[in-house]
């Protein structure tokens, strides 16, 4: 019961980010440089014109008005039409979802089966080789631009190896018969279908850019694994279970790691915040077709609907993925869930 | 560091060193890291590069030369010349006073306002300091980069804007620092006397609080930059703010990768190197000065 309450509470806990998070998406598209009614009277446009499209879209009321009218069209799930695709915005991104949120996943799992292996070897391990390895890579990991590393791997792996597929996006249809989307995820729709084949070159399709976004997450993900094993292992009930002559396995596993998990989880909020950043990068060098991409065109293209659309989308899902973090949080640590 | 140091303010409480153990302290750590050290000159380097650059880079950065286009690395040309057949080495020299300017500026601006703002919210309290964290969770609750993107987009693309975007992005982290700060300093003895002498609440901030707070927001400043260094060029990289043909590290990354299908490495190898330099210098001398002024904080 208690436990519900807590979590109902979390819950609770992400409107107001969501409610900031809308108004300041409103309050960027106000700070627009230019008068949008013109930008999209085009430019053979006359003040009369102007004028009545300005009526059109609303830009004429008040402020207050504008903002009640945007809120209602959002929850319509109205973003807006994409000057540069012609498409609502909404339909865009959610076609280009898919591939963002499949690129990123395997970033993060990526991330946790190098980093989390890498802090607790570390930290098991202090002042020796795997120690040193993993402040080398948390250090020069922290210092790469994602876009530099991506383009090095894909140079490296593509070019010089032609180990990596052509870096152009994901899997091709002229080698492949794409699968039915059920999901939108490649990995798991050519599963669903049955198709091996298809699934190893999606696989390998995803392969750098999913590193190439990992390597980025791995440094913050091993540096905490890493201070939080060290503090957890140095802790009394360490201590005490080293006395009573348990195994270091199940010491390391059983008691530091299960108590240094929390700070784990904690830091993945700030890594989700990093992931869905350097995306934009990642998808831009890879010609992936998701919505960072998409974005970086409507960026260049002053597509204000398209970017304002993808702001909130991104901003909508880290809310989410926070709360998330959070409620993974009360799951694993007592303290958290008896809290108030 | 990536990420700007999350702010600790508990084991940060007393920072301040004494003057006569600074030294003391300088040696000690410049003893035990080399790497500090070696850091440091490099970093000395590229800040004279960006003061001094354009006078003492061997071509024109802007001079295109059609019978020198996408040579590889060569006496004459260190670095090769890209697709317009410009020297990549005069290119990434000047490059660093844009680079670093923009990071600078970005970190000076969130580094005055989040100091003014957290000082205050965390010495008045009340209303005020309750709207300053909503407005900063607000801005917490975005994707950093996506974020920054958003307010380019919105305000214009163009340098200062970069610059104003990677200030935004980066001002929660100063405001809740120095307000964390301020919190625990409010009620001590020593501002309980000020209190008593007469002073007002301005004075006591200016005088009596902010300037401890300093050093440790200073620390934070320094973690900072090389954070705002790859902000700042990931901005440019997908064509935001900076336009060609100026030099600037992350634009010539971007114009390089086009060459990478035909091998031409040079054209984004080396700005992409001087970028990882840059910000890798900065990371090691902010945590060195971190390890000075709070030794506490060392991980």
Redesign the interface.
């Known amino acids: 019961m208690k436990t519900a309450l807590t979590i109902l509470r979390r819950i609770a806990s992400a409107v107001p980010s969501l409610v900031g998070v809308v108004v300041v998406t409103f309050l960027l598209a106000r700070a627009l440089p230019g008068d949008p009614a013109a930008y999209y009277a085009g430019s053979s446009a006359t003040p009369e014109s102007i004028a009545s499209i300005r009526a059109h879209l609303g830009l004429d009321r008040p402020l207050p008005a504008q903002f009640v009218d945007y809120v209602v069209r959002l929850f319509n799930g109205d973003l807006g039409m994409s000057v540069s695709s012609g498409k609502p915005v909404a339909e865009d991104l959610t076609t280009r979802l898919p591939a963002s949120i499949e690129l990123t996943g395997m970033a993060l799992v990526f991330a946790l089966v190098i980093g989390l292996p890498l802090g607790v070897i570390a930290a098991t391990r202090p002042g020796r080789m795997a120690d040193h390895v993993c402040r080398l890579i948390v250090t020069v990991g922290a210092a790469f631009p994602t876009f530099f590393v991506a383009l090095m791997l894909m140079f490296v792996f593509y070019y010089k190896l032609g180990i990596a597929p052509e870096p152009l996006g994901r899997l091709s249809d002229i080698y492949y018969s794409l699968p039915p989307p059920v999901t939108g995820l490649l990995l798991v729709d050519t599963l669903i279908a049955g198709d091996l084949p298809a699934f190893v070159g999606a696989l390998a399709q995803l392969a750098l850019p999913s590193i190439s976004l990992g390597l980025f997450a791995l440094a913050p993900i091993a540096r905490m694994t890493r201070a939080a094993m060290l503090t957890a292992l140095s802790s009394d009930y360490c201590r005490t279970a080293r006395a009573m002559g348990l195994s270091s396995g199940r010491i390391v596993f059983g008691y530091a790691l299960r108590n240094a998990l929390l700070p784990i989880v904690n830091v993945l909020g700030m890594v989700f915040s990093f992931l869905l950043g350097a995306n934009v990068l990642v998808e831009q060098v890879f010609a992936w077709p998701g919505i960072g991409a998409y974005a970086v065109n409507a960026v260049i293209a002053s597509d204000y609907a398209a970017v304002q659309g993808f702001v909130l989308m991104m901003a909508i899902l880290y809310v989410l993925l926070n709360l998330a973090v959070d409620l993974i949080a009360t799951a694993i640590d007592p303290r958290v869930r008896y809290d108030g | 560091?990536?990420?700007p140091a999350a702010a600790s303010p508990a084991t940060s409480a007393a920072t301040a060193s004494a003057p006569a153990s600074l030294w003391a302290d300088l040696r000690h750590v410049a003893l035990g890291n080399g790497l500090t050290v070696l850091a440091l000159v490099i970093l000395a380097l590229i800040v004279v590069l960006g003061l001094i650059g354009p006078a003492i880079a061997p071509w024109d950065p802007l001079a295109s030369n059609a019978s020198l286009t996408l040579k590889p690395p060569s006496l004459p040309h260190p670095f090769g010349t890209d697709a317009l057949g410009r020297d990549i080495l005069t290119r990434v020299i000047v490059a660093a006073r844009l680079d670093l300017g923009m990071a600078f500026g970005a970190v000076v601006l969130s580094f005055a306002l989040g100091t003014a703002l957290g000082a205050v919210s965390g010495y008045v309290g009340g209303l005020t300091d309750q709207i300053v964290g909503?407005v900063m969770?607000?801005?917490m609750?975005?994707?950093?980069?996506?974020?920054?993107?958003?307010?380019?987009?919105?305000?214009?693309?163009s340098v200062g804007n970069i610059v104003i975007a990677t200030a935004i992005i980066n001002l929660p982290f100063y405001v809740r620092f120095a307000r964390a700060e301020v919190n625990v300093r409010r009620d001590q003895t020593y501002v309980e006397a000020a209190r008593m002498g007469g002073n007002g609440p301005t004075r006591i901030l200016v005088v009596h609080i902010v300037p401890n707070i300093l050093p440790a927001m200073m620390v934070q400043a320094s973690l900072n930059l090389?954070w705002a260094i790859?902000n700042a060029?990931?901005l440019s990289?997908?064509?935001?703010g900076v336009r060609p043909p100026t030099p600037e590290w992350?634009i010539m990354?971007?114009e390089?990768?086009s060459y990478?299908?035909s091998?031409e490495?040079w054209t984004?190898?080396f700005p992409?190197m001087a970028?990882?330099t840059a910000?890798?210098c900065f990371?090691?001398v902010g945590d060195g000065l971190r390890d000075i002024i709070d030794p506490r904080r060392r991980?």
């Open positions: 560091m990536a990420e909503r969770d607000t801005i609750a975005f994707p950093l980069f996506v974020l920054a993107m958003g307010i380019v987009a919105a305000l214009g693309n090389g790859l060029a990931g990289f997908i064509g935001l992350g990354v971007s390089g990768a990478i299908f091998g490495w984004f190898t992409g970028l990882v910000v890798f990371n090691l991980t």
